[in-house]
């Protein structure tokens, strides 16, 4: 049973380019989450997917949003990007209200 | 609105000597409180949670962590560790009402380093 996957692994864009991040959940698991590891921090909540629809959101600007497709599947957009972005990019997915289980991340180097 | 301290950024240990990480949190509800291990260049895998019940959690490898309502702390100790402990823990806590696991406020990180 394959985990958490995401893609790409490593990802390098220069100031004002938008990236597109993506996670397939763990089998069976129809919710994913989306955190921002910055260097040194831990992870901070970016927001959360169910029914392909956002149901919560953390304190990140409107450059970041996100979609899950009806397999379940999510893409974490992010426009505009600034260097401050520059961040280890970790996906989780569960079933709705019980434990998340996270993918190794996407590292995003913004330029 | 939560909030998680870890109060130590780095902790140096010898192997198969005891260590405690420490952990307190801020909420003005009731709380579920996890530990979560992140090897280098590695996603978070969840060492131990607690949810309700016994204060005293068992987790994987060897880890437990005791929870302390009325000092909001959620220390993770190990009596032993090994070289394989080496790696960046994380507390973090979710609130009751969201619904437990979804919405987790993580602490900074504390790196430890076991000492052959």
């Known amino acids: 049973d394959a985990g958490v996957t995401q893609s790409p692994t490593h990802l390098i864009k220069t100031r004002g380019q938008q990236v597109t991040l993506r996670c397939s959940p763990k089998s069976g698991h129809d919710t994913v989450s989306w955190y921002q590891q910055a260097l040194g921090q831990g992870p901070q909540f970016i927001f959360q997917?169910?029914?392909?629809?956002?149901?919560q959101r953390g304190n990140f600007p409107d450059r970041f949003s996100g979609h899950q497709f009806p397999n379940y599947s999510s893409e974490l957009n992010v426009n505009a990007l600034l260097l401050g972005d520059s961040a280890l990019y970790l996906c989780?997915?569960?079933?709705?209200?019980?434990?998340?289980?996270f993918g190794p991340g996407t590292r995003l180097t913004v330029l | 609105a939560q909030s998680v301290t870890q109060l130590d950024s780095q902790v140096p240990v010898f192997e198969e000597a005891p260590v405690e990480l420490r952990c307190n949190y801020s909420s003005s509800v009731s709380v579920y409180l996890f530990w979560y291990v992140q090897y280098p260049n590695q996603g978070l895998q969840l060492l131990l949670k607690?949810?309700?019940?016994?204060?005293l959690v068992k987790g994987i490898n060897g880890f437990e962590a005791e929870f302390n309502k009325s000092q909001t702390s959620f220390h993770l100790r190990k009596p032993s560790v090994h070289i394989s402990d080496t790696a960046e823990y994380f507390c973090a806590v979710s609130d009751r009402k969201s619904g437990g696991y979804q919405k987790v406020t993580f602490g900074i990180g504390t790196k430890l380093q076991v000492i052959p």
């Open positions: 997917y169910y029914e392909e629809e956002e149901r």
């Open positions: 989780a997915s569960s079933l709705v209200g019980y434990e998340q289980f």
């Open positions: 607690y949810l309700s019940g016994s204060t």
